[in-house]
């Protein structure tokens, strides 16, 4: 089972990598405190949630980016083989 998080922290924290997409990165620490310099968060609390929610974010941003350079890289290689096969035989 995953985490249950609110709105709230969900929608604060999809605004928050909008606006400052380069400053996020997969570390939940330096986001912490780049949240503490660029908002204005009540509690702890929900500052420590919406800087999980955003690492959670960069990082699955980052995988589906790999996986995508590995998808183009395979279907280069393919079409490779595809035209040796084509010319070899």
């Known amino acids: 089972m995953g985490n249950v998080r609110i709105k709230l922290v969900k929608r604060t924290a999809r605004e928050m990598l909008v606006r400052y997409a380069n400053i ?9 405190e ?5 908002a204005e968060i009540p509690s702890k609390t929900l500052r420590n ?5 955003v690492t959670k974010l960069v990082r699955r941003q ?7 350079s ?3 890289e395979l279907t280069v290689t393919d079409e ?6 084509i010319e070899g035989v």
Do not use: P, S, W
């Open 49 to 53: 949630q919406i800087a999980g929610y």
């Open 24 to 32: 996020f990165t997969d570390d939940f620490e330096h986001n912490k």
């Open 80 to 85: 490779e083989e595809y035209i040796k096969r």
């Open 70 to 72: 590995l998808r183009q």
């Open 62 to 68: 980052r995988k589906i980016e790999q996986q995508l």
């Open 34 to 38: 780049v949240l503490m310099q660029v």
